[in-house]
């Protein structure tokens, strides 16, 4: 497949930032069974709050801007959701704003300091309605990390894409980079959070180092059900193509093909394997032991950056059926 990098910058950011909200959430749950200390209600959780928001805006824009005529999005986005109940699409567009609107409020709540507690739990939890609140966009975040990642699984015909490895890959990436955003954002505001979220970014980024291998394993050994004799509807053992049956490119050569060597893809993998894996979690193990406000935000900024790698690569290494018919020009 042809990578759009709209899609690319769409779902690297907004996975980043549920996966920093969610870290937000369980910092403040950690705080409120004094396992951490107390965080400021402004210049952290609405800080971050915002950040998330932000995150959220840019993923919104670049998805904007995948439109054949973005200048419909305003004046037609409605009917992008009127499939829900067959589209996983649809899905996602519902439930990336009803997250944004958690966020949102549970950004204000906290910046108007409503935030005593309503009730306690065991004598130990006390809840407030921040709490309720993070608790739901949680669940949202979740349920958009499915919708997100069940746009591509639910493809069949694509089966580098038709796994449950790649949720499991959408989800670990966004928590790992989301955690590891987070320690960055505690570093440069001064909180004593940096380890707390860092160990919980390293064991993220493990995960996701763990499953996102399986998953190009087993995209190497996938036997695609089309083959040349199936796609031309002849059943001779030798079948060699020669043309394409025009001389210049169209649409379906443009979009369905990324154009690359394999040279080129063996390069972006082993670059978004060092960047999104290796190096972040060397970073935030000497960040530990060094104390530094800059290794976390240097780890975060390496480990976004081999993101857009690996999304790139995810959308390349998937191979369209359709390519059987255009392989050579001619």
Wanted: with cysteine; proline share 3%; charged share 10%.
């Amino acid at each position: 497949m042809h990578p759009a990098f709209s899609v690319i910058f769409l779902t690297t950011l907004i996975g980043a930032a549920q996966g920093m909200f969610m870290a937000l959430v369980t910092g403040q749950v950690y705080s409120m069974a004094n396992l951490l200390e107390p965080q400021d209600n402004v210049t952290f959780y609405f800080a971050g709050s915002m950040i998330t928001l932000v995150l959220l805006g840019g993923g919104l824009a670049a998805a904007v801007f995948h439109l054949g005529k973005p200048s419909y999005f305003l004046t037609r986005a409605w009917r992008g959701v009127t499939q829900w109940w067959t589209s996983w699409l649809s899905r996602e567009l519902i439930a990336l704003p009803a997250f944004m609107l958690l966020v949102a409020l549970y950004g204000v709540v906290h910046y108007m300091g409503w935030t005593s507690p309503l009730f306690v739990i065991k004598g130990v939890i006390p809840v407030d309605i921040s709490l309720i609140i993070g608790t739901l966009g949680v669940l949202m975040a979740i349920v958009l990390y499915v919708c997100t990642a069940m746009i591509y699984v639910s493809l069949r015909f694509l089966q580098e894409w038709h796994s449950s490895l790649t949720v499991a890959n959408f989800i670990l990436f966004g928590l790992a980079s989301g955690f590891t955003l987070t320690a960055a954002f505690s570093a440069w505001s001064g909180v004593d959070l940096v380890g707390f979220y860092g160990t919980w970014a390293v064991v993220f980024t493990m995960l996701a180092a763990i499953t996102r291998g399986f998953s190009m394993l087993r995209n190497r050994r996938i036997k695609h059900k089309s083959t040349m004799r199936s796609a031309l509807g002849i059943r001779h053992t030798k079948i060699t193509q020669r043309s394409m049956g025009f001389m210049g490119g169209s649409f379906n050569t443009r979009e369905y093909f990324h154009g690359k060597s394999n040279a080129t893809l063996e390069s972006v993998r082993l670059f978004f394997m060092a960047c999104v894996f290796a190096l972040p979690v060397a970073l935030l193990a000497a960040s530990n032991a060094m104390e530094s406000e800059y290794l976390p935000i240097l780890a975060f900024l390496l480990q976004y950056i081999g993101l857009l790698a690996e999304r790139w690569y995810f959308f390349a290494e998937a191979k369209h059926p359709q390519n059987l018919y255009y392989q050579t020009v001619g």
